[in-house]
């Protein structure tokens, strides 16, 4: 089956620090690659993705590339805020006649502060 | 445009209750999906729904929980003589037609947050 790995929390950092945060996966067949964001007291909102090998997907200073061969996609952004402070949610999904149905790792709460 | 609203947005109900949570979708998205945020399980997908085709129930936990979506648009979420263990948020998103091979960004609703007592 299809699952997500991803580094557990809290993570605390200092603002202006440099954030990565860990995402393995195990899939059958080829996967396209999300990071989602909960910020406190908000929905899921998308932050970015990756559809194919090598691609890097990037938003808000955040980066992450699909790497195969390591069957990784971890997430950095070179200096955090104290506005970035919310839950982080690797994903993946498979395109098949269930549609993009999402697989999601456990979440890393990240916490910026000044 | 309007995002994806759900409704109630706080709903406690004693166990053996049946509960009906609601979705509504981004108008023009035909696909909707279910999911459910709980602290010992994580955010694990329940059920979709793509127009009028038959829809992905694997997720369902058990037989006490169903979804219908009528007209193509508003989903119902039902789950029958509730458990506590069944106490989650419960998550809707949507998403333009996947079908044609192309990977469409789903968009979340705020959820409904469930408490079992």
């Known amino acids: 089956g299809n699952s997500v790995t991803q580094m557990e929390g809290p993570v605390t950092l200092s603002e202006e620090a440099f954030l990565t945060i860990n995402c393995t996966y195990t899939?059958?067949?080829?996967?396209?690659l999300f990071w989602y964001v909960q910020y406190p007291g908000e929905g899921l909102q998308l932050l970015l993705k990756?559809?194919?090998?090598?691609d890097k997907g990037s938003n808000k200073g955040f980066e992450a590339t699909y790497r195969k061969e390591t069957t990784s996609f971890h997430l950095e952004k070179g200096s955090v805020q104290v506005s970035d402070s919310a839950v982080y949610f690797c994903?993946?999904?498979?395109?098949?006649?269930?549609?993009?149905?999402?697989?999601f790792g456990t979440g890393t709460q990240l916490k910026v502060e000044l | 445009g309007a995002g994806v609203s759900q409704s109630p947005s706080n709903k406690v109900t004693e166990k053996g209750k049946d509960v009906e949570l609601r979705c509504d979708p981004i108008s023009g998205h035909t696909a909707l999906y279910w999911y459910r945020q709980s602290l010992g399980q994580g955010l694990e997908f329940l059920i979709y729904?793509?127009?009028?085709?038959?829809?992905?129930k694997s997720g369902l936990p058990s037989d006490r929980f169903s979804a219908e979506r009528t007209g193509g648009s508003v989903s119902t979420l039902t789950i029958q003589r509730t458990q506590q263990e069944d106490s989650a948020v419960y998550l809707c998103a949507s998403s333009r037609d996947s079908r044609g091979g192309l990977s469409y960004e789903q968009y979340f609703g705020p959820g409904t947050r469930l408490t079992v007592t």
């Open positions: 899939a059958t067949g080829y996967p396209s």
């Open positions: 994903a993946l999904s498979i395109l098949t006649g269930g549609g993009n149905k999402l697989t």
């Open positions: 990756a559809t194919k090998a090598d």
């Open positions: 729904f793509q127009g009028n085709s038959a829809p992905d």
